[in-house]
């Protein structure tokens, strides 16, 4: 699999935001922060954007950072300028914090002096060009060699901006963001707007009808004041050392951003609302979705859930649907049970003699363990000390399996049979005590939805919910594969193996989606190529790979293509179990 | 009282423990005296454990003959309170890590050739029980459990073992057994109910900032006063960052700490030493910028063994 640049660079990308989010973190002790990382900065220097991320987390930790966001928030409101109130609160912000974070962080300096340099290099001429610029050159020069004369015209920004060096409250920074703004950025502003005093009386209710702000007090989703705060802060400290135009062009950019993530957002409401809520929180989600969307699935994504039936939601169609096809595959279990539990039980033996037999420890002659009687005479005759008898453990506690059974359309026909053969299998390996997963796999939209019915160490009461199996949409697996191979690696067990039934036909076309990279579609042999090359990833990667084939004879073929000659061609659930038994087999046979 | 009583009573005064429990454990060690060939297995603790909670635990469930398992995440100072604890109470102490093959043998022991005789090989806990020892069961939980059930009868009422073909032993009077466990390593097992049945389970709680100075302030007397600050905040920085998920429990490393600290002591410029002890515990590139960070702001890449240790 080829990766191209750009999939590299915005997985470097999301890394860098983590790394500097993290520094943040790191000083401001507040892992709930959500500012925005500086990325466009680390690129000039990586000194600036740390000591950005350094001196905000410093500024949320010694201050009350909700305060001066909100305070931004009414100013903003009033019709101050975006780029220069931002200006002014990098400069006061940056001011009021660094001797606190420098007195905690010896390390901090030499990084703040580094920043400094890096700034002088490397931005000198665009920030003489404007008064902010000005401002902080200035500011700069002073704190690195504490000459405090400047141009006139500065001089009484930067007092306003030194003096609150050893501010201890965030009003004291207001004050100063204020007046430095009024004073030297907006000379108008109070004339038209009013001083701090009416900012400051701004109300919520003002704020809240601002079309500004409105996103943010959207009733439905933010009832709390609190919430809505701490959105603003957000939504302003995204503030850096940028030039009004590059902020000009980060907006734009941003804005683009954001319609995309609001319908991103939208398709992910409905799939919450269609096929459950995702157990993995967002960010475990877009790790995984970074670690293995990729190539073909670039711009795919995955949603991990357990199934509409356990999650909230409302009672809609894909709820009653599911209910009834659970409901149907409980009444072919019913009919089928006797056949059903008989298949489980030679499942299980098959599994279990095989395990046996290699769970025979081997024995050695050893100088010490148990007497072995007839070696005894040996003993006054010979110097050979060798008496005993060593047992030496093959534990075969080191079995870890993977159920992935395809839910796609094209399985409708055969819902209740896959179920039931998942079942089995699920009741088997339970039977033997192998801790084991069961999911099934379908796409929507652009996501691939995998559906835990049961986590590795869940208790076999779980079992049953492999009975909830149901199919519908398209489905993309090598995608699926990719997504179960990720975390099945995780495991500590020394044998794994992954189980796929499905009918030999990956297939997700239906959709045209906008964010992927790849133009190629995902059917027919392009289809079939990349599951095949993600099973012989997985099994590269240690993995037994065992495909059990549910479709059509004439689908046989790509079966084949897909996982080679290790898969079970099941034309009648009667012998279900041998067939998928001899293969297991053949699977321990290759892993012991 | 003898002396090194009279030390220990100190030692335990300076933890603030109840004088009753102190007194019952001076009792103790006089009540059972100690072999002179086998007094040099009485762990002499390199660190002190603080916490007056957990060691009035874990001295009342050992002067009533329970068993007791230590459990909690790195750095809690497992190892140094079961060590201390065979100090404070002057027992012997056998070590045993618990790993996937663990048996019945190794623990207790097994037959051997010597002399022209087939003998039993004694194991540790078979030592412990003849000794009176404190058998310090490290990662308990990384044996299987059919390995540790051949302990059921040693671990509870009965005390005794039983070897076929040996006679039946009874656990010395002052035999205890002290399991640690991390919960949740890589590899460890969910431990058996008939097994944690056996023992008095204490919850070790994470190091605080308090203690984490203390260690470090007793192990390096002369270190400056902004080192130490420093050394105590990096790891807990790491710690907090651990617990938010952001790295791993690599790098939270209290004992690569302090060997940093150490290696700092014989001129190592710091930066580098924290590198070694702490950075490089992790492999992974991207934890290890994140590492580097927070390290960054906590130990300036200038700073010189002079700034760390007062001369």
Redesign the interface.
């Known amino acids: 699999m080829s990766l191209d640049h750009s999939t590299n660079y915005s997985e470097f990308e999301l890394?860098l935001e983590?790394?500097i989010r993290?520094?943040m973190?790191?000083?401001s002790?507040n892992?709930g922060l959500n500012e925005k990382a500086d990325l466009e900065a680390f690129k000039i220097s990586k000194y600036i954007a740390?000591y950005d991320a350094?001196w905000k987390g410093a500024l949320a930790k010694y201050f009350d950072r909700n305060a001066i966001s909100l305070y931004i928030a009414k100013k903003l409101y009033l019709g101050a300028s975006e780029a220069l109130l931002f200006e002014a609160v990098a400069l006061c912000g940056e001011a009021a914090s660094y001797k606190k974070?420098i007195g905690?962080?010896?390390?901090?300096?030499?990084?703040r002096s580094q920043a400094f340099d890096d700034l002088l290099d490397l931005s000198y001429d665009r920030l003489s060009n404007t008064t902010a610029g000005r401002i902080r050159l200035a500011m700069i020069r002073y704190y690195l060699t504490g000459e405090t004369r400047t141009y006139k015209s500065l001089q009484q920004a930067c007092e306003t901006i030194a003096s609150i060096e050893h501010a201890q409250t965030a009003l004291e920074i207001i004050a100063a963001i204020d007046a430095l703004y009024n004073g030297s950025f907006d000379k108008d502003f109070e004339l038209k707007h009013g001083d701090l005093g009416s900012v400051l009386d701004v109300s919520i209710a003002e704020l809240r009808q601002s079309s500004l702000w409105s996103d943010i007090f959207d009733d439905e989703i933010y009832q709390n004041f609190d919430q809505a705060v701490e959105n603003i802060s957000s939504a302003v400290m995204g503030i850096s050392t940028l030039t009004e135009e590059d902020k000009a062009s980060r907006k734009a950019s941003q804005a683009r951003v954001i319609i995309n993530e609001e319908a991103l957002a939208k398709a992910h409401q409905y799939i919450e609302i269609n096929y459950g809520t995702s157990y993995l929180s967002q960010r475990e989600t877009q790790r995984i979705e970074n670690a293995v969307c990729k190539g073909m699935h670039q711009g795919y994504g995955l949603h991990f859930t357990e199934g509409v039936l356990h999650s909230d939601g409302p009672n809609n169609y894909q709820r009653k649907y599911i209910t009834r096809q659970h409901e149907k595959n409980m009444m072919v279990f019913y009919d089928n049970y006797r056949l059903v539990r008989k298949n489980i039980a030679i499942l299980t033996s098959f599994i279990k003699n095989e395990m046996e037999l290699h769970d025979q420890a081997e024995t050695r002659i050893t100088?010490?363990?148990?007497?072995v009687p007839h070696r005894v005479w040996r003993?006054?005759r010979t110097n050979d000390?060798k008496?005993?008898r060593?047992t030496v453990?093959h534990?075969s506690?080191g079995f870890v399996v993977d159920v992935l059974i395809d839910g796609s359309g094209s399985q409708n026909k055969r819902q209740s049979k896959v179920a039931l053969q998942s079942y089995i299998i699920s009741e088997a390996l339970s039977n033997v005590k192998i801790p084991h997963r069961v999911a099934s796999f379908c796409s929507f939209w652009s996501h691939t939805i995998i559906r835990r019915f049961r986590d590795y160490g869940d208790p076999r009461e779980m079992n049953s919910r492999v009975l909830e199996f149901s199919a519908s949409s398209n489905n993309r697996d090598g995608l699926a594969i990719m997504a179960i191979v990720e975390s099945l690696l995780k495991r500590?067990e020394e044998n794994k193996i992954l189980i796929v039934l499905s009918d030999g036909r990956p297939n997700d076309i239906n959709i045209n989606n906008p964010y992927s990279v790849s133009s190629e579609l995902y059917t027919g042999n392009a289809a079939i190529a990349d599951t095949a090359h993600q099973v012989r990833f997985a099994r590269a990667s240690g993995i037994s790979v065992l495909g059990v084939f549910t479709g059509k004879e004439e689908d046989l073929q790509a079966e084949k293509k897909i996982f080679g000659n290790d898969f079970a061609y099941i034309r009648d659930i009667d012998n279900f179990s041998k067939l998928v038994g001899l293969y297991l087999k053949k699977q321990l046979d290759n892993l012991l | 009282m003898d002396i090194k009583g009279q030390e220990v009573r100190a030692y335990l005064e300076g933890h603030n423990i109840k004088p009753e429990l102190i007194d019952m454990v001076i009792g103790f060690r006089e009540r059972y005296s100690l072999d002179e060939s086998i007094s040099n297995r009485v762990a002499v603790p390199q660190s002190n454990y603080y916490g007056t909670e957990v060691w009035e635990m874990a001295i009342a469930a050992l002067l009533r003959g329970e068993n007791i398992l230590l459990s909690g995440p790195k750095a809690t100072g497992k190892n140094v309170l079961a060590e201390n604890l065979s100090y404070v109470f002057n027992r012997p102490s056998y070590n045993m890590s618990f790993h996937?093959?663990t048996?019945s043998?190794s623990l207790i022991g097994?037959?051997?050739?010597e002399d022209?005789m087939?003998k039993l090989?004694k194991g540790p806990v078979y030592l412990c029980a003849l000794h009176g020892g404190f058998g310090i069961f490290d990662e308990i939980n990384m044996a299987?459990n059919d390995a540790v059930s051949v302990l059921h009868s040693t671990l509870d009422f009965r005390r005794i073992i039983d070897i076929p073909g040996y006679e039946k032993i009874v656990l010395h009077e002052a035999a205890r057994f002290i399991g640690t466990m991390n919960y949740g390593y890589?590899?460890t097992k969910e431990l058996n109910e008939a097994l944690v049945s056996r023992f008095l389970v204490v919850e070790m709680p994470a190091v605080t900032e308090e203690t984490l100075i203390r260690i470090i302030s007793e192990a390096f007397p002369d270190l400056t006063a902004?080192a130490l600050e420093?050394f105590c905040?990096l790891f807990l920085?790491l710690q907090?960052?651990a617990n938010?998920g952001?790295i791993t429990t690599k790098p939270v490393d209290l004992r690569g700490l302090m060997a940093s600290i150490k290696t700092i002591q014989i001129g190592l410029m710091p930066a580098s030493a924290i590198k070694m002890g702490i950075t490089n515990k992790t492999f992974d590139s991207?934890e290890r910028?994140?590492i580097d960070?927070?390290?960054?702001?906590?130990?300036?890449?200038?700073?010189k063994p002079g700034d760390v240790f007062r001369s």
């Open positions: 890394e983590n790394r993290n520094l973190w790191t000083v002790g892992y740390m350094i974070a905690e962080r010896p390390g901090v300096e030499a990084i100088q010490r363990g148990m007497l003993v006054g000390p008496l005993f060593q453990a534990g506690y500590e | 996937v093959n048996d043998s097994t037959d051997t050739f022209g087939v090989r299987k890589v590899g902004s420093q905040g920085d907090l960052k938010n952001e991207f910028d994140i960070d927070a390290v960054l702001t906590r130990i300036p890449n200038d700073w």
